[in-house]
């Protein structure tokens, strides 16, 4: 009698010992689980970030108008060359001259005052140009006005349009073996304040052009 209930007293306990274990085991595998969801979750968090940034830039191409209820700007060409000159240069004129070891890359069009008031342009506008997603590079922008490139007090009456040209210098050797740039810009509306930055703005853009 005594053997009997000392063999249900070990099957008992045998029997308690491979439940634990068992329980332990189904432990493991979901703090496994749970790790690597974790993992997931934080790349999807980095990726979702990336594409935020990315998509504040509404991607445009030459000859697509913007359209906004205070201005239309149009984009048509780019070029490289180792000066700037206006289109048609009256008298004594303001230009973009060489520079030592340098060359001008530059992307211009047409930019239209459509709204009511007055704007200055050229000193309120972000940009940066991006060679081969590695040679990030600060530009700025002129505007052709009668002739003569104007850098700053760049205004434009309502109605009135002029040539604008984004520009920027950047050493021979990459300007040789780049392949490919994006111009990014922006601006807030009605061209109002001065940016070091895209963060500030209220209208950005950007434009791929291929070698």
Known sequence: ?????????????????????????????????????????????????????NSK??????????????????????????EIKPENPKGVYRYSSKQEGKTYFYVYGTIKNIGKENFEF??????????????????????????????IYAYLDPLESEKIYFTVSVPDELIEKYQNVELKF??????????NTYEDCDYLYSIKINK
């Open 1 to 53: 009698m005594m053997k009997k209930i000392l063999r249900l007293f070990l099957y008992l306990t045998l029997l308690i010992t491979i439940t634990g274990c068992g329980n332990n085991s189904l432990n493991n595998v979901s703090n496994e689980d749970n790790v690597e969801n974790k993992v997931t979750e934080s790349d999807n968090e980095t990726n979702e970030t990336n594409e935020t940034t």
């Open 57 to 82: 830039f509404k991607s445009i191409n030459f000859n697509e108008q913007i359209n906004l209820d205070f201005v239309e700007l149009n984009l048509t060409t780019a070029m490289t060359g180792k």
């Open 122 to 151: 050229a000193d309120s506008m972000y940009v940066e140009f991006v060679f081969d997603d590695n040679y990030t590079y600060n530009g700025s922008v002129k505007a052709d006005e009668e002739g003569s490139f104007s850098y």
């Open 186 to 195: 922006g601006f807030k509306k009605n061209f109002e304040g001065h940016y």
